[in-house]
């Protein structure tokens, strides 16, 4: 409440300074249905050509004074005339005045006034893919004799104004640019990598029969070395050698086959929800929501992945801290967000869990994973379920506890592992929009980072066979 206040304060503020700028500006009737007319077209018209014939024709209508438009080149220097009060749009730059140059204060040049056309920084720094620089143009009026010194700076604050507006209309047309551009990219992902990845499924299936295949063709072998007493020993020796020879090449084709089936069920289920056409729809995650045994669809899976760079980091794992049965428990979420949520956890485990010494002088480096039950966390009838990483290491200190899951976030010492600090803000973000929330816990030996899901109680027809109190986590 106080920082809403504070806020209106400041704007409050905003909007006196500027009755006070006006009263001082003490501007003319004519130069007031100037400004707002121009206002007014520059709302009425969507495109920059429209824009640029107001910007020009305005100051012709009102005051008689003619107008070139320039706009500065992609190499920050060149000037391009895009529109003047005479000739309209212009393709031709070679129709405009040569001695007007970009400088970041007006100038008379001949009989031209040149004001320099400012975007506002401030819309622009919201944008990262947006680079702003600091003048958009140069407005030139003319005959300069006919402005007086109340002109020209009724003139420059109207240029002020072409600025601020021109750079909207630009931003917008670059968002729809990249929004097209965007759909297009999600349409090319669908037709050029996620159908195409099902081919990986092909064959998968295709590998799985060649393997029995190849049981079978052992069988035979078995087969013929049990008739080994009607033939001699060399070839009965030949034929043990060829079946356990199949047997090792069986093994080690069905430990690939299952490596490679749990790797591209994981890319899989990843592309498929991080590359939703929903999400560019929408501009935001969009729930897929499902019923699913978090232990067996989301963590396990997501933690085998990861045991390989567990065990060469000689880190432990131990998942005794669970306090929840998992059959207790029906869990409706979006499986690939919540599996990435995971993925997370344990990426940045592999990178920071430390050595320790325990109280008893033990040298430990581990990781731990559980849950437990809240009750009436979210309001009455309402329990929680937190879920918990905890990883040993050097405690974060208490100004980064409420850091560490910002956008970019990155703390001391973590500079010689890659990473850009987005991990921890895709979590929270993920948990936010399931209804929950995140943070960390700095423990004596290490941290716990932990979300907590909303568990909501369902009555259920004890006729149905089921428990009458079935608890969903949404």
């Known amino acids: 409440?106080?920082?809403?206040?504070?806020?209106?304060?400041?704007?409050?503020?905003?909007?006196?300074?500027?009755?006070?700028?006006?009263?001082?500006?003490?501007?003319?009737?004519?130069?007031?249905?100037?400004?707002?007319?121009?206002?007014?077209?520059?709302?009425?018209?969507?495109?920059?050509?429209?824009?640029?014939?107001?910007?020009?024709?305005?100051?012709?209508?009102?005051?008689?004074?003619?107008?070139?438009?320039?706009?500065?080149?992609?190499d920050g220097k060149s000037l391009s005339l895009v529109c003047s009060s005479i000739n309209g749009l212009q393709n031709d730059s070679a129709d405009g005045n040569p001695e007007v140059v970009v400088q970041e204060s007006a100038y008379f040049v001949g009989d031209s006034y040149v004001i320099p056309i400012q975007?506002?920084?401030?819309?622009?720094?919201?944008?990262?893919?947006?680079?702003?620089?600091?003048?958009?143009?140069?407005?030139?009026?003319?005959?300069?004799?006919?402005?007086?010194?109340?002109?020209?700076?009724?003139?420059?604050?109207?240029?002020?104004?072409?600025?601020?507006?021109?750079?909207?209309?630009?931003?917008?047309?670059?968002?729809?640019?990249?929004?097209?551009?965007?759909?297009?990219?999600?349409?090319?992902?669908?037709?050029?990598?996620?159908?195409?990845?099902?081919?990986?499924?092909?064959?998968?299936?295709?590998?799985?029969?060649e393997i029995k295949e190849n049981v079978a063709i052992q069988e035979k072998v078995r087969e013929l070395v049990s008739f080994c007493p009607e033939i001699d020993d060399r070839t009965c020796q030949k034929l043990r050698e060829i079946f356990h020879a199949l047997e090792d090449s069986i093994t080690a084709l069905d430990k690939s086959r299952k490596e490679m089936t749990r790797h591209y069920e994981r890319t899989s289920l990843y592309l498929e929800t991080l590359l939703r056409r929903e999400h560019f729809r929408h501009g935001t995650y969009v729930l897929r929501k499902q019923r699913c045994n978090f232990r067996t669809e989301i963590i396990e899976p997501t933690l085998a992945r990861y045991l390989p760079q567990f065990k060469q980091r000689d880190i432990k794992v131990d998942n005794r801290l669970e306090e929840v049965p998992d059959e207790s428990l029906e869990l409706?979420?979006?499986?690939?967000?919540?599996?990435?949520?995971?993925?997370?956890?344990?990426s940045n485990a592999v990178k920071y869990t430390e050595t320790i010494e325990d109280e008893y002088g033990y040298k430990v480096k581990f990781l731990s994973y559980g849950k437990k039950l809240l009750k009436d966390y979210f309001g009455e009838e309402i329990d929680g379920v937190k879920f918990t990483v905890f990883t040993t290491g050097k405690p974060v200190g208490p100004d980064e506890s409420d850091r560490v899951f910002d956008e970019g976030y990155r703390s001391a010492g973590s500079e010689l592992e890659v990473g850009t600090g987005h991990g921890l803000h895709f979590v929270k973000h993920v948990i936010e929009i399931h209804g929950g929330e995140v943070g960390v816990e700095p423990q004596k030996y290490g941290n716990t980072f932990y979300f907590i899901l909303p568990q909501r109680h369902d009555k259920v027809d004890m006729s149905s066979g089921e428990k009458a109190d079935r608890r969903t986590i949404w």
């Open 1 to 74: 409440m106080h920082q809403h206040q504070s806020r209106m304060e400041r704007v409050r503020e905003r909007v006196r300074e500027k009755l006070e700028s006006y009263e001082r500006y003490n501007f003319e009737r004519l130069q007031e249905e100037a400004f707002a007319s121009f206002f007014d077209l520059a709302q009425e018209y969507t495109t920059l050509e429209n824009l640029y014939l107001v910007c020009t024709l305005v100051p012709k209508e009102f005051f008689d004074l003619d107008v070139r438009l320039y706009l500065l080149g992609a």
């Open 332 to 346: 409706v979420v979006d499986k690939g967000l919540l599996a990435q949520v995971y993925d997370n956890f344990f």
């Open 119 to 209: 975007g506002n920084r401030a819309v622009g720094e919201l944008l990262p893919f947006q680079h702003l620089k600091d003048i958009l143009g140069m407005f030139e009026i003319y005959p300069a004799e006919k402005i007086t010194e109340q002109q020209r700076f009724f003139l420059e604050k109207f240029t002020n104004r072409i600025g601020y507006n021109l750079h909207q209309k630009q931003l917008i047309h670059q968002n729809l640019h990249h929004i097209k551009f965007i759909n297009q990219l999600v349409a090319d992902i669908d037709h050029n990598v996620i159908s195409p990845n099902l081919y990986y499924r092909l064959f998968l299936r295709k590998l799985k029969g």
